[in-house]
């Protein structure tokens, strides 16, 4: 039963379009999520987090959207570049981030020059 | 700051045997978690440590044990090693059980 979904294992965008990745959750006591880059042979790279307080979270050009109603978040990076290929983990924890976290399967994204 | 690291980064063993990895958090960070990662299940959480004890426990076989030491430092064991056993290990270390956390470079287990 995986409770973290990425549906989409890879996705390409042209350098300086947005990328839009997605993740959706069945646990209702998830309340705190994540995501993560991943480099080949290299460990995962926090990214950016949200709490379930709030429905939209910015740094820079990653954006982190959380529709509760429809346990579906996404991360959106505009302008992409291709230093962002990587494969991206969405992560989910409850009780604030004090459970462990669930991880989806990762997507991998290419940044096309 | 020196990132987390993990000993061996890469180990060769074969089925029946045990191994030992190792995990240096980051100084100050006092909660170590460890990972499996694999091509078909992704990312999936083995143990949480915190000041020495467990904290959280996935849903792995009680062939896969943990421990943290007083400077934070942490291993894994893996009894009786089988070919489903070949991944990625991941440590993360945070400065709490409700912080960020921090990966370290991984551990590739390939079991023969």
């Known amino acids: 039963d995986q409770q973290v979904k990425q549906n989409s294992p890879s996705l390409s965008v042209q350098e300086g379009r947005i990328s839009i990745l997605n993740c959706d959750y069945t646990?209702?006591?998830?309340?705190?999520f994540l995501w993560y880059k991943k480099y080949p042979a290299e460990g995962p790279t926090f990214l950016i987090s949200?709490?379930?307080?709030?429905d939209k979270n910015e740094d820079g050009r990653f954006t982190v959207f959380l529709n509760k109603s429809a346990k579906h978040l996404s991360l959106h990076i505009v302008p992409s570049q291709p230093g962002d290929s990587a494969v991206y983990f969405c992560?989910?924890?409850?009780?604030?981030?004090?459970?462990?976290?669930?991880f989806g399967k990762g997507t991998k994204l290419t940044v096309n020059p | 700051k020196a990132g987390v690291t993990q000993t061996p980064r890469y180990l060769i063993k074969t089925r029946g045997q045990q191994v030992t990895l190792s995990c240096s958090p980051i100084?100050?960070?006092?909660?170590v978690s460890w990972y499996q990662q694999t091509p078909g299940q992704g990312l999936q959480f083995l143990f949480e440590?915190?000041?020495?004890?467990?904290?959280n426990k996935g849903n792995f076989p009680g062939r896969f044990s943990g421990r943290q030491f007083s400077n934070s430092r942490s291993e894994m064991n893996v009894s009786t090693l089988e070919l489903g056993d070949s991944a990625l290990y991941l440590c993360?270390?945070?400065?709490?059980?409700?912080?960020?956390?921090?990966f370290g470079p991984g551990t590739r287990l390939l079991v023969l």
């Open positions: 646990n209702s006591m998830f309340d705190y």
């Open positions: 100084s100050g960070h006092r909660s």
């Open positions: 440590y915190f000041s020495e004890t467990q904290r």
């Open positions: 949200i709490s379930s307080i709030k």
């Open positions: 993360a270390s945070s400065l709490g059980l409700m912080e960020t956390q921090y």
């Open positions: 992560a989910a924890s409850a009780q604030g981030g004090s459970e462990k976290l669930v």
